[in-house]
């Protein structure tokens, strides 16, 4: 089993920040099947990265991914108001596909 | 609009049953591999379940394999996941979603579009 490990915990930033998110994998992640999620409160999770590196349709170029192997960053440009939320990574490389435990993005 | 809605959720006591539903609309649920994802309260996301555009191939974690069984009604655009032995740990809000891109023929990839979910509650 992969397991993802995601850094930081909290991350507080203030909007037109930048923020980092890191997503570490216990093994390498082959073709870089790795994704990230968005979640917001009450809302439905929302896919923003796939192939570690393209974005899903409609989601800002604010957003990019990066990384390989068993290194990804997520990075979000200028940070909004409607960012700070809680993120995940994923990996789709091998069963069980599994999940990083999430980063919360919120207001310093 | 792409939509999943989640229901079937709900109290019911450790060794009881549950069948979750999913119905989709606004894209064609037959090319899309389809989903369960799992997320205890105040917890990380957990994979449960996934099979292929016409229900021939399905994946089960391994804590559930057994006791679960994820089926599809391509006619009726509806995913579901039969849930029987149920065990505390089993404790989550359910979301159904779609994998990867129309027509691919891999069994494990992204999540593209979720639902809102649907609380179980495994509880005496």
């Known amino acids: 089993e992969i397991v993802l490990t995601q850094s930081p915990g909290t991350l507080a930033l203030s909007p037109g920040e930048r923020a980092n998110f890191s997503c570490r994998a216990s093994?390498?992640?082959?073709?870089?099947?790795l994704a990230w999620y968005q979640q917001i409160p009450g809302q439905a999770l929302s896919l923003l990265i796939y192939?570690?590196?393209s974005r899903a349709p409609g989601i800002s170029d604010r957003f990019s991914g990066s990384g390989s192997a068993t290194d990804f960053t997520l990075t979000i440009n200028r940070l909004e108001p409607e960012d700070f939320a809680v993120y995940y990574c994923q990996q789709y490389d091998s069963s069980p596909l599994t999940f990083g435990q999430g980063t919360k993005l919120e207001i310093k | 609009e792409v939509q999943l809605a989640e229901s079937g959720g709900g109290l019911v006591q450790p060794g009881g049953s549950l069948r979750l539903s999913c119905a989709v609309s606004?894209?064609?649920?037959?090319?899309?591999?389809m989903s369960w994802v799992r997320q205890a309260p105040g917890r990380g996301l957990e994979w449960v379940a996934n099979?292929?555009?016409?229900?021939?191939?399905?994946y089960y974690l391994n804590s559930v394999r057994g006791r679960f069984t994820i089926s599809r009604d391509n006619a009726k655009n509806s995913l579901y996941l039969q849930m029987n032995s149920l065990r505390g740990e089993d404790t989550a809000v359910y979301y159904c979603?779609?994998?990867?891109?129309?027509?691919?023929?891999?069994?494990?990839?992204?999540?593209?579009?979720w639902g809102q979910g649907t609380l179980v509650t495994v509880s005496s």
């Open positions: 979603a779609t994998m990867g891109d129309s027509g691919w023929n891999r069994e494990f990839n992204w999540f593209g579009a």
């Open positions: 093994q390498s992640v082959r073709s870089n099947y």
């Open positions: 192939g570690a590196s």
């Open positions: 099979i292929r555009q016409d229900g021939s191939d399905k």
């Open positions: 606004g894209f064609t649920f037959s090319s899309y591999w």
